[in-house]
């Protein structure tokens, strides 16, 4: 099997598939000619094979053997990246009775890689049903349904094709190599002066690594190869700095007369402003094993990479180094766990100065292809994100770099094209120029704020200079008064739950809250908080009971969770719970009903943590008529300051329209109500010892 497809595949661990690329075992007749090109795809020169495939099929002497041509002829394009072309192999095959299931899940993968969701996910199903509790069936399937979600709701992230960077052929593995950003290092398979030569894997240059520079004017100038201590007559690639941008470390993988001899780990040295004057082998693991990729970390102690060697979980994986100081020798391999790694290939690490590694894998649930992934350390853990649409595609997705300090950087695509829906419905493409492309990202600094409106919860009054303080669970704090319309305006931090508590002499303190956590876009956030004057009855809404009843409601106890909250806002104050009753029935009655109905409320606040002490329960009965307020007047077909007495509603009876009636049955309803009133505000709670 072939490890890697140089070029852009410095480790893209080529074939992307979980299973071998040798011949497949399939027992018909074969002509000379078929024989001949799965000799040639057994020495991996698989362009040179696929030729042979081609000219073996017109020569073809069964329907299995076509079949089986095919299939081959799919293999290779689906190696070389050609999905489109592979896909149509893969079909044929199938038409043609291919026999092996593997088939349906080979161009499943190729329909996915070209955006095909829709078909990839009936074809992940069929091969459920014929191989069932195959792994691979059930990533499809959830990889597809998710891929339509994130292609509909693209993240807030900014890309673009960095046409100055790429040419014709793979550019790829980018990364700055300046804090400012104005030098960009990176891989391309390129023609090189001089020492450009073409593999008959591939059928590309053998790759190097360029440099290009941003001048004053923010115009990218000449891209140039680096000098020849770095790069050689092999494939070099996958740059990654030191943190004071003086040491490189690269891959290096050797072939000779045509044999891969695997990959290695080198580092450049170069003093501020000058070529790269050495470069030397870094013994990371023994000469057999191959590794690649390398991340550096921010302190120079820690080198990451990819490796297929022994120990792993599957194909490639992501591995660490450790040293104790930097000159010291780096220690063992050590394996980044089966969190991070797969039964699949995961490549391309990068650790960021933040301490958050990024990498590509083709397992992870993603979008097709390779995909992007963001793990955030917990505790001895990682937590896995996958960066989603528009940094991943159906294409392979891999190798992204971040400017220091910034959100914004580069990464690779082999996409062709991205199509992004706009605020406005319109539709931005960005097209690629060439094999793999390096884009640009960057994501827009997201903006929270606040803005409150206090108001009088009778009146609806706005209340100007109340003192509203402000408390994040990061620490921060702020005051700021209200202003002529009851209004305050807060900035908010990203990822920071808040309270704000509000308070206004003569009113009870009121409080609210609002959280910037795990959002995806800027949010501006608008609430209104009403207080409660001091010494006035305040109506609590929606406490129901049932007819002639006490019992207090599911959907009343949760409104009462409200005066909960007033009563813990407000810690020095005792109440009155008043229930009051409408004219029917007869007095006694009533008074008995509502005082019954007051201590209900009573008993649900003493099981929700609220003293006893501060407590008072009392049934008016049908004593206390409603008085219609100005704000109630708005609403209701009463006039302002009219009472709603029993003398009253019998008066309203006197019309038997049917409007009428509904007025009694209103003015009824409006009487049957539960308030509360501030009756002290210097209670001094009870101190445990």
Known sequence: MINIIMNRYISIAILLSLVSSAIAQIDIPKT???????????????????????????KAETKEEKAYIMFQRGQIQRMTLEYKKAAARYKSAIQKDYPDPIVHFYYASMLQATMNYEEALSEFQLYDKLVPNDSLAALGIKSCRASVEWVKSPTRYQIDNLKDLNSRESD???????????????????????????????????????????????????????????????DDGSPSFSSDYNTMYFTRCKTVKDVYLGCQIYKGERQPGEYFQSAEFVPVVADSLSIGQPSISKDGLTLYFASDMPGGFGGRDIWKVERDGPSAPFGKPINMGPTINTVG?????????????????DYHPGMGGMDIFRAIPKGDDWVIYNMKYPINSSADDFAISY??????????????????????????????????????????????????????????????????????????????????????KYTLKKDVDYIYIVKKEGYLNGRGAVSTMDLDDSKHFKQQTQLAKIGEPIALDNIFYDFGKWTLTDSSKIELQKLVKILNDNPNITIELASHTDMIGD???????????????????????????????????????????????????????????????????????????????????????????????????????
């Open 172 to 234: 790829f593995a980018a990364t700055f190599g300046n804090a400012l950003g104005t030098e960009v290092v990176f891989t391309s398979g390129r023609k090189r002066d001089g020492l450009s030569k073409i593999s008959k894997v591939t059928g590309q240059y053998y790759t190097s690594i360029f440099e290009i520079y941003q001048n004053r004017a923010g115009e990218w100038e000449e891209v140039k190869a680096l000098n020849d201590t770095i790069n050689s007559k092999f």
């Open 345 to 361: 290939n995961e490549l391309y690490p990068y650790i960021r100065d933040n301490g958050v590694l990024y990498f590509a894998s």
């Open 403 to 488: 400017k220091q300090g910034k959100e914004e950087g580069l990464f690779t695509s082999s996409r062709k094209l991205t199509e992004i829906t706009q605020a406005d419905g319109s539709i931005l493409e960005i097209k690629s120029r060439g094999l793999d492309d390096i884009y640009s990202f960057i994501l827009p600094i997201m903006e929270f704020s606040l803005t409150g409106i206090i108001s009088d919860v009778v009146s609806s009054d706005f209340i100007q200079d109340a003192v509203v303080e402000i408390y994040g669970d990061d620490g921060s704090e702020m005051t700021i008064q209200t202003g002529e319309e009851g209004r305050f």
């Open 587 to 689: 007095d006694a009655s009533n008074i008995i009903l509502s005082q019954k109905r007051a201590q209900s409320v009573v008993d649900f606040l003493i099981e929700n943590g609220i003293a006893a002490d501060r407590l008072t329960a009392k049934g008016y009965g049908e004593t206390k008529p409603q008085t219609i307020s100005d704000i109630m007047a708005k609403k209701l077909p009463f006039s302002s300051g009219v009472v709603l007495t029993a003398e009253f509603i019998e008066q309203l009876k006197t019309d038997d329209s049917e409007d009428a009636l509904k007025k009694v049955d209103l003015a009824n309803q409006i009487n049957r109500r539960t308030e509360f009133s501030v009756v002290s505000t210097r209670y001094i709670p009870d101190i445990d010892e």
């Open 32 to 58: 000379k000619k078929t024989l001949k090109a799965d000799a040639v795809y057994e020495t991996n020169e698989l362009l040179k094979a696929l030729e042979l495939y081609k000219d073996a099929y017109t």
